[in-house]
C-alpha cells in the first residue's frame, strides 16, 4: 500500500487534471461532504455542493488549469495538511484576457474510512499576477 504522503501527492495531481478537464464528478470525489473553502474576500464555501454550484458557473466561462508545488505535507492520524504554492489560469470561452492568480494556499485533508484522502478543509491566499 502507498505510504499517506504519496498518495496526497497523487490526490494533488488528480485535483489538477480533473478540474482542467472540467471533470465535477471527479472533483466532488476527491471532497468531504463538508468541505470548506476559505477565499480572500468572499464567505466561506460550505460543502460539495456550494462548490459544485461555483464551478459550474465557472466552466461555462473559462478553462481552468494550474501548476501546483508542494512546500510541505505533515500527516497526523487520519488529518494532514498540505501547504502549496499554486498558479491558476483562467482562459476565457468566449476570448478576452488569460486571467492568472497565484500565491499560497493551506489544505487540511482528512482520510475516509476507505483508506482515500480527501479534502477537507482549504484556505487560499491566491491574488492576481501583476
Known sequence: MQNDEQSIRELVTEWQKAAAAGDLSKLLDLMAEDVVFYVVGQPPMRGREAFATAFRAAVQQVRI????????????????????????????????????????????????????????RDANMLAPDA
Open 65 to 120: 488549469e494550474s501548476t501546483a508545488t508542494i512546500e510541505e505535507i505533515h500527516v497526523t492520524g487520519n488529518f494532514a495538511h498540505l501547504a502549496n504554492h499554486l498558479t491558476v489560469t483562467m482562459t476565457p470561452l468566449q476570448g478576452g484576457p488569460i486571467m492568472r492568480r497565484s500565491g499560497y494556499t493551506l489544505t487540511i485533508l482528512r482520510k475516509e474510512p476507505d483508506g482515500r484522502w480527501v479534502l477537507y
